[in-house]
């Protein structure tokens, strides 16, 4: 299997625009989580999907992040407008919810810098 | 997340030395993940750990939760450079179906040749 696939890998752009994350979980997988890491405040969730449908978007930060599942094998994490303090990995992580145990598996990760 | 602490933060040992690294919860703890990350790149996972006094081993690296302390343990025997790394604990503190899980900020290793 390809693992969790995200791209861009690294994405520079300016304040105010718009940024898009994708991510293809790995096939077969029913939960799909989305993850910011800072070097303050470590490993955050985002949000989380089941089955393409969003159950816990706490973590969102604000109107600005929005998250989208429209298949079993794609997401998208979007920011507009983009800020500076936006500036950290993401991560996607894919998992078997409900077959065992839940181990989620992270794709390579996405390193936003917005200057 | 002060609900997940992991101590110590850094960590540098001679290679061929024995480490053990902390992840303590706050909270009831259901289910504790252990992964290691390399910079620029995903986490890995190593291994995961649900019942009180479970231990589980993978190569050189064993980890251990105990129930009763909220705390998990993990145990690197004759450290090589490949160990090298971010090592990062998320504890499942949802006793229902939510699989939302909270981390630890990491414990970076550096081995010394």
């Known amino acids: 299997d390809a693992g969790v696939i995200q791209s861009p890998r690294h994405e520079v752009t300016e304040m105010g625009q718009e940024v898009t994350l994708r991510c293809k979980p790995i096939s077969g997988h029913n939960s799909l989580f989305w993850y910011r890491q800072t070097m303050m405040r470590g490993l955050e969730l985002l949000i989380y999907f089941n089955n393409n449908v969003p159950i816990d978007d706490s973590g969102m930060p604000e109107d600005r992040f929005s998250a989208k599942m429209p298949n079993a094998s794609f997401s998208t994490l979007k920011i507009q407008p983009s800020e500076p303090r936006d500036s950290a990995v993401y991560f996607c992580a894919s998992s078997s919810w409900g077959r065992g145990a839940d181990t989620q598996y992270f794709g390579p990760g996405t390193r936003l810098t917005v200057l | 997340s002060q609900e997940l602490e992991q101590s110590p933060q850094s960590l540098i040992v001679q290679e061929g030395k024995n480490l053990t690294i902390n992840c303590t919860s706050s909270?009831?703890?259901?289910?504790l993940y252990w992964y290691k990350q390399k910079y620029g790149e995903g986490l890995i996972f190593l291994m995961m750990l649900q019942k009180g006094g479970e231990e589980k081993s993978h190569e050189k690296i064993t980890a251990k939760l105990d129930e009763k302390k909220q705390q998990s343990s993990l145990h690197i025997t004759a450290s090589q450079p490949s160990h090298a790394g971010i090592y990062l604990c998320?504890?499942?503190?949802?006793?229902?179906?939510?699989?939302?899980?909270?981390w630890g900020l990491g414990t970076s290793l550096a081995v010394n040749p």
């Open positions: 909270k009831t703890l259901y289910g």
């Open positions: 998320g504890a499942d503190h949802n006793a229902g179906n939510n699989r939302k899980l909270i």
